[in-house]
């Protein structure tokens, strides 16, 4: 029997459970524990677990045409998809003329159809959120669980296909179901979870309050420990400069550098450019002889679906440029999204944490950011272009996750050049500008902003929550 099995389907649940050794520190409790991902040959996932004495376990199910088909279907069934711009974009997109099949493009507007006879016949949706339990039944996922034998099962990811399965095998195996949400923008933006669990644990009050608001969860179910992987941030924010990350990407380690978190090019498809004109304001000393940049790729434009090759060559060609570093992502060779090295996300945190000011359209990069007390901007608009809303990076602030946090007046946001320009000036003359707005924003949003101590409180919760159950295989058992 195992005590504690955790799932990652996602590179971020990874680094959430590895970065500050989560699973290690579970085992040396003298815990049983497990991880389930897409890819136990993955090299980080693989050389972590043997190291910490985690037992891997794959699980990768192939995916029908009909279970893609009813994924597609279920945000139409499930959710509202017009008050939500995350998934209302997706319909858009969905639907637009142009290469794709005819078939292809009525789809989901019969799911749209689907949607609208909702609201005359709300049991539609009673009852395929019924049917969907049938639809996640899994005949490896239960045999998984036979061969395992957890007592907690927790999932990371709980819009994702493959985590409903193993959720609906653990609840059917009869172990307690916990959630431990990888990211800020799962509630909100991610349409409903394949999956709810007996227990939450969130980041912060703003998770709990949306909990609340989207699920009716009791609060009695929820922990609220910090986010474990932030630990490092603060152990990181006040050792001064990363020399070596600089000195690695061609940068003076002693220098003021500005710092740019990019997203895809489907979410900003001008931040190229964006990016592009600030290394020429810095070429041309606009910032001071001896400020920097550096800009950190997001793993989407470099790999996956929303990849962009001709970014990639720009990118190439600032980082062969003085004062100019690009710090791609480290990626591994791996069937689980964005999986990097374990010292990639230690490098990023170096670089976020000793930047003068961060730049991003609308990523994590904010609270990365916040996190490490460093100020904020995030570039609301598409260069010198004005795409129409649904391509512009503008649509980006009326996602509800960053609706929320623009709102509370920490961050500021730059809608062009000049404002642009005019920010950066603000932060090089006053740095802590904004900076208790700053600090209550992101005591909001994680519980371990000042003391670093997430992991331990996990680990913690987890170790009591093994003590409360009735099948114990911990060595200690009769104490």
């Known amino acids: 029997m195992t005590d504690i099995v955790y799932t990652a389907n996602h590179g971020f649940a990874a680094r959430m459970l590895m970065q500050t050794d989560l699973l290690g520190k579970l085992a040396a409790k003298g815990l049983k524990v497990g991880l389930i991902a897409p890819d136990a040959t993955d090299p980080n996932l693989r050389?972590?677990?043997?190291?910490?004495?985690?037992?891997?376990?794959?699980?990768?199910?192939?995916?029908?045409?009909?279970?893609?088909?009813?994924?597609?279907?279920?945000?139409?069934?499930?959710?509202?998809?017009?008050?939500?711009?995350?998934?209302?974009?997706?319909?858009?997109?969905?639907?637009?003329?142009?290469?794709?099949?005819?078939?292809?493009?009525?789809?989901?507007?019969?799911?749209?159809?689907?949607?609208?006879?909702?609201?005359?016949?709300?049991?539609?949706?009673?009852?395929?959120?019924?049917?969907?339990?049938?639809?996640?039944?899994?005949?490896?996922?239960i045999n998984l669980f036979q061969q395992i034998k957890p007592a907690l099962f927790v999932s990371t990811y709980p819009v994702n296909y493959a985590e409903g399965m193993l959720m609906h095998a653990a609840q059917k195996f009869g172990c307690s179901t916990y959630i431990h949400l990888l990211s800020w923008d799962n509630i909100s933006g991610k349409g409903t979870f394949v999956g709810k669990a007996d227990k939450y644990l969130l980041w912060g009050k703003v998770m709990a309050e949306e909990l609340v608001e989207y699920y009716s969860i009791d609060s009695s179910n929820m922990a609220l420990p910090g986010v474990p992987h932030f630990d490092r941030h603060v152990a990181i924010r006040d050792q001064g400069k990363p020399d070596k990350c600089l000195s690695k990407l061609g940068l003076h380690p002693l220098k003021p550098y500005l710092f740019f978190g990019m997203s895809a090019s489907h979410f900003a498809p001008r931040e190229i450019d964006i990016v592009e004109w600030l290394a020429d304001q810095i070429e041309n000393d606009k910032f001071g002889?001896?400020?920097?940049?550096?800009?950190?790729?997001?793993?989407?434009?470099?790999?996956?679906?929303?990849?962009?090759?001709?970014?990639k060559v720009r990118l190439d060609r600032l980082h062969k440029k003085d004062r100019i570093g690009v710090f791609f992502p480290e990626l591994v060779n791996s069937k689980m999204s964005w999986s990097m090295r374990h010292d990639d996300m230690e490098k990023l945190v170096h670089l976020i944490a000793s930047a003068t000011l961060v730049y991003n359209s609308g990523s994590t990069i904010s609270i990365d950011a916040l996190m490490c007390e460093r100020p904020v901007v995030i570039?609301?608009?598409d260069a010198h272009d004005q795409l129409d809303y649904w391509h512009s990076a503008r649509r980006l602030l009326d996602y509800k996750h960053l609706k929320k946090i623009t709102t509370q007046t920490g961050i500021d946001v730059a809608r062009s050049f000049e404002e642009l320009e005019n920010l950066t000036k603000a932060y090089l003359v006053n740095s802590n500008r904004n900076i208790e707005l700053r600090k209550g924003t992101i005591r909001e949003y994680c519980a371990n902003f000042e003391d670093g101590l997430a992991t331990s409180r996990v680990v913690d919760f987890l170790a009591e929550a093994v003590h409360m159950q009735p099948n114990l295989t911990i060595e200690n058992k009769a104490e």
């Open 47 to 141: 050389n972590y677990c043997q190291a910490k004495g985690v037992s891997l376990y794959e699980f990768n199910p192939p995916t029908t045409k009909w279970q893609s088909e009813y994924y597609r279907a279920r945000k139409y069934l499930l959710d509202d998809i017009k008050a939500n711009p995350c998934l209302w974009e997706r319909h858009l997109k969905a639907t637009k003329f142009g290469s794709r099949s005819i078939l292809k493009q009525i789809r989901p507007r019969l799911y749209y159809l689907a949607y609208c006879l909702r609201k005359v016949f709300p049991g539609i949706k009673t009852w395929f959120a019924l049917k969907e339990k049938q639809l996640l039944q899994n005949d490896e996922a």
């Open 289 to 311: 002889e001896n400020m920097q940049l550096v800009i950190r790729p997001h793993p989407q434009n470099i790999s996956g679906s929303m990849s962009d090759s001709n970014w």
């Open 379 to 381: 570039t609301s608009f």
